[in-house]
């Protein structure tokens, strides 16, 4: 289930625009590597995100079930379940 989730949210990015990370194809597994762009950790809060990054350029509304949220900055997107950061994604602007 996991899989399905990270493999949907690369697919919702790929038009946002090219990513900083580099994306490879090993063994049919989705592979990112590292970027340099400081994203917030995974399980933080949207308080803890927006007490340290400040207030995203976008915030998305909800969707699905669970519920998730997707909040856009300059170089990355950030993308919670309830209110707790599932994912960060650095982007190109």
């Not at 580099?22 to 949207?46: C, F, I, W, Y």
Request: charged share 15%; with cysteine.
């Amino acid at each position: 289930m996991n899989t399905r989730i990270l493999v949907a949210l690369v697919c919702a990015l790929a038009p946002a625009g090219a990513a900083f990370a580099e994306t490879l194809v090993v063994d049919d597994q989705v592979v990112l590597k590292n970027s340099a762009v400081e994203r917030p950790a995974r399980g933080s809060t949207m308080t803890s995100v927006e007490s340290r990054f400040g207030a995203p350029n976008q915030k998305h509304a909800t969707v699905g079930q669970p519920p998730i949220t997707r909040w856009d900055y300059s170089g990355f997107s950030v993308f919670f379940e309830n209110d707790r950061v599932i994912h960060a994604v650095a982007v190109g602007s």
